[in-house]
């Protein structure tokens, strides 16, 4: 069965930096698009950023632009978010998904992990 | 930038009332938008697709409809199951917003 599971969460200063990975088993990795979505009991669900199923294509949300960068390395089935530049706002659980794909087209966050805690505090 | 409204923000039903969440977004999205059921300290999980595609093993008493900036989740008769955060999401332009969320609390 599909599986994702996170890691790399822990707590760290402001303005240092993380690694998140997503270890993922149970489908082709490779031909799925990727997603980081992070949750915090204040601002719920935050989507983070998209990787496309070969690594062409990545978006971001206009809060980490230019601080996290989103990778693959489809030969370990693996989904990395490298975050520098970490803000107290940025405390959150972080969770990696898989997207759906219905005949080419968005078709939600089909297969989640159980989430990483990243806590950013001094 | 694209905003998510959901109504209510709290919900009180009770086993087998019919149950409708409604979600608005601040310009058209067309029938890009997903629903999910998230519990206590877990994972949000897929429910509908693109406005009212069923997520595969997703029971039949939830429906999706909707088109342009207003959508409706439907639960024909609640379960015990159900009492859950329900959260939209939309997709635009690369971009994947999602709705502050509903609770539908037992009443």
């Known amino acids: 069965q599909v599986q994702l599971v996170e890691s790399g969460g822990g707590v760290v200063q402001p303005g240092r930096s993380l690694r998140l990975s997503c270890a993922a088993s149970?489908?082709?990795?490779?031909?799925?698009?990727m997603h980081w979505v992070r949750q915090t009991p204040g601002k719920g669900l935050e989507w983070v950023a998209v990787?496309?199923?070969?690594?062409?294509?990545?978006y971001y949300a206009d809060s980490v632009k230019g601080r996290f960068t989103i990778s693959r390395d489809n030969s370990k089935n693996t989904l990395y978010l490298q975050m520098n530049g970490l803000r107290a706002e940025d405390t959150a659980v972080f969770y990696c998904?898989?997207?759906?794909?219905?005949?080419?087209?968005?078709?939600?966050?089909?297969?989640w992990g159980q989430g990483t805690v990243v806590t950013v505090s001094s | 930038d694209m905003q998510m409204t959901q109504s209510p923000s709290t919900l009180s039903a009770s086993v087998g009332d019919r149950v409708t969440i409604t979600c608005r977004a601040s310009?058209?999205?067309?029938?890009?938008l997903a629903w999910y059921q998230q519990k206590p300290g877990k994972a949000p999980k897929l429910l509908i697709y693109?406005?009212?595609s069923l997520q595969s093993g997703v029971p039949s008493r939830f429906s999706g409809s909707g088109s342009g900036t207003e959508f409706t989740l439907t639960i024909s008769s609640l379960q015990p199951d159900d009492f859950a955060t329900y959260f939209c999401?939309?997709?635009?332009?690369?971009?994947?917003?999602f709705g502050p969320g509903t609770k539908v609390e037992i009443k």
């Open positions: 310009q058209s999205i067309s029938t890009w």
């Open positions: 693109k406005a009212s």
């Open positions: 149970g489908f082709p990795f490779s031909n799925y698009a």
């Open positions: 990787i496309w199923y070969d690594g062409s294509r990545k």
């Open positions: 998904a898989t997207e759906g794909n219905s005949g080419g087209y968005y078709a939600g966050l089909q297969n």
């Open positions: 999401q939309q997709y635009n332009d690369y971009s994947y917003t």
